[in-house]
């Protein structure tokens, strides 16, 4: 069973940096892609980052280009959200996921995806 932990949420004030962590268990890490998202209240779940199986290959969302970057180590089974710059309209749970099957691209619709961490929220104050 794949499992997924998000962890590094808090509150800072704008302009501030969080790096968020994900660590993946159940299955070969190494081999799946893995996608980060937002939901604000009352808001739909947003694409926020995504990152192929080997870290070779990212997209971001445009409201987050330039300020977040997205990585993985394989060998700690752990994905980052490295969040730069932060506004207050970053404020949202954060999502991380991963596909139930293998694939080659990117990733950058919630229905591409299987397996979704708890969330961890972060807020941004101004």
């Known amino acids: 069973q794949v499992q997924l932990v998000e962890s590094g949420g808090g509150l800072v004030q704008a302009g501030g940096s969080l790096r968020l962590s994900c660590a993946a268990s159940?299955?070969?890490?190494?081999?799946?892609?893995m996608g980060w998202f937002r939901q604000a209240p009352g808001k739909e779940r947003e694409f926020v980052a995504a990152?192929?199986?080997?870290?070779?290959?990212?997209s971001y969302a445009d409201s987050v280009k330039g300020r977040f970057t997205i990585s993985r180590d394989n060998a700690k089974n752990t994905v980052y959200l490295q969040m730069n710059s932060l506004k207050p309209e970053d404020t949202a749970v954060y999502y991380c996921?991963?596909?139930?099957?293998?694939?080659?691209?990117?990733?950058?619709?919630?229905?591409?995806?299987?397996?979704w961490g708890q969330g961890t929220q972060v807020t941004v104050s101004s």
């Open positions: 159940g299955r070969t890490f190494s081999t799946y892609g």
């Open positions: 990152i192929n199986y080997s870290g070779g290959g990212t």
């Open positions: 996921a991963t596909p139930g099957a293998m694939y080659t691209g990117l990733i950058i619709s919630a229905s591409g995806y299987k397996y």
